[in-house]
């Protein structure tokens, strides 16, 4: 089997041209033997990426990136292996040869199982173009506000109240224990009564694998009756639990744009297509699986799970956590958003229209918010013991994080908000916002403490940027140098320390002084000159370059980073006023100046938080 597979990739690279491929989307120029282009795989403004047709790879020299026809649509489409083949072949004219285990009668019985479905569709979408179909092409176009284009691409249809696609499917030929191993058609427990159709008097949405074959169904009831929703049983081509519906058409889109919406129902899904959030998708009739979800990152590493606004819809968000943290890696979350009004992504769409959809898609709170909620969520926390069950189920949930690193900082990020909720923090917090309420108002001293110098209360401390937060500024400033200027004086008053990243951050904005329309590519090459080993180490470049940013976006979040520490930095100086004003009422007035000196600058910056 190695041999063949060997010898059908050597046919799939000599019948196509690695040129050709990739200049479908890449600019490229040709200088001499060799084509250049701007990379793919990273941000740069100077071409460093080179295709050689003779040899049949792709080299940069900027990022590293390289390899073959093959590799190059794996990572540029995000396809697995054997996807990726299939597509070049498809290209190529070639067939695809059985490169599995099964055995060629297993291989053709697959394939005329999905030449079953595909007919079950074609006489589904038929039938809603008919008079029996009228009311489901009404429930489609009136009620749901679809499109003729919308569909045909979703090859949506009507299954009548009648045996018509049983009786079909025999005179093709099928055989009837075929269609009930498809879930077509249903057998009565009372074997004397014949086999019936399984879908009746219900619209129905093809399902489909990623490489478009029509795999099972869902049938909608268009009334009120129950059950709502009517889905396909496993079969011998379909396992639920590893589909999310749409991801046929939603797959490019969601890796090109770094986007993907998982929603509860295929209407959604479809009503978000129409008004063009074209990346949607969802599980199939059951809770996100685990597989779902790995199948997600491979075309987004921080897919957006939408949820109604309701009890149920909670719920399902507070289930979907369990799916989520045991698998948990570095790069790799899901956020959340919640519809509120009780609405649906459908409703929403139709009432609201897609601005306010996409507005909810930026406010989209990540996983750490919702797993925090979920701890707290209808506690009581009126005492010490049911304030320490809290903590004591927190960290248990974080227990079940395998990763060791990103267990690590669930817990340091844990530890913070419990004491910022329950802890001194939540009373120096509330003692501040009296204080911003009220802000004339001074704190009571007691004049038996001892005095000290007013000018120890004139110094303003530095807050501190550890070595994470530099490390994502390092990271951004080499990919993007003209974030260097904006942020270099900023950075001045924060307390940086002597590391490793600190040394490389003055190198960068010293390199920057010197050369004011730096290149990513040359500003990298200096940095390795000296630094090449952390330079190797920094993941953070990759992550930047996976996420592909806009300027914008990179803006916003180093300041929402630089602000957070400002404001953590801050709290901890209104903490100490008000303990000195308690020790040393002689100073009084130096304090209380400078206790409302920061008072204002934390009004400030929350309101730059906003």
Known sequence: MTDDLQKFLDELRSRLSIADIIGQKVKLTKRGREYIGLCPFHHEKTPSFTINESKGFYHCFGCGAHGDIIRYLMDAEGLPFMEAIKKLADRAGLP?????????????????????????????????????????????????????????????????????LKTLLLSKGVAEQDMVDLGLVAVPEDKNRPSHDF???????????????????????????????????????????????????AREPAYQKKRLIICEGYMDVIALDSFGFDYATAPLGTALTEEQILEAWKVCPNPTLCFDGDNAGIKAAIRSIDRVLPILRAGYSVNYIFLKEKKDPDELLHTLGPQVFEQYLQRAKPLVDILWHKCKMNKDTNTPEQKALIEKETFEEVGKIKDPQIRNYYAQEMKQRIYYTFGRGAQIKKQQNEQIKQPTETPKTNPKYAVKSAAAYNYVKKPPLNDLDLRSIVAAMILYPELIG?????????????????????????INEEDEHLDSEILLEKIKLNYVGEVADLWELNMYRQQKLSMAELNSQIDKNLITIQLK??????????????????????????YQKLLQERAELLAKQE
């Open 96 to 164: 695809m040869p059985v490169l599995s285990k099964e055995s060629q009668e297993q291989s053709q019985k697959r394939k005329s199982l999905y030449e079953i479905m595909d007919m079950a569709a074609a006489f589904f979408e038929k039938n809603l173009r008919m008079p029996i179909g009228a009311a489901g092409l009404r429930y489609f176009k009136e009620k749901r506000g679809l499109s003729d284009d919308i569909i045909r691409k979703f090859r949506l249809g009507y299954a009548a109240n009648n045996n018509g």
């Open 199 to 249: 879908f009746r008097d219900r619209v129905m949405i093809p399902i489909m694998d990623k490489q478009g074959n029509v795999i099972a169904f869902g049938g909608r009831i268009m009334d009120n009756s129950q059950p709502k929703y009517l889905n396909s049983p496993e079969t011998p081509i379909f396992n639920k639990r590893r589909i999310l519906y749409n991801m046929t058409y």
């Open 486 to 510: 904006k942020y270099a004086e900023r950075l001045t008053s924060f307390e940086i320390g002597h590391s490793v990243m600190a040394k490389i951050l003055a190198d960068i904005i010293e």
């Open 569 to 594: 930095q801050i709290d901890i100086d209104i903490k100490e006023c008000i303990t000195s004003m308690q020790k040393n009422p002689s100073d009084l007035d130096e304090i209380n100046r400078r």
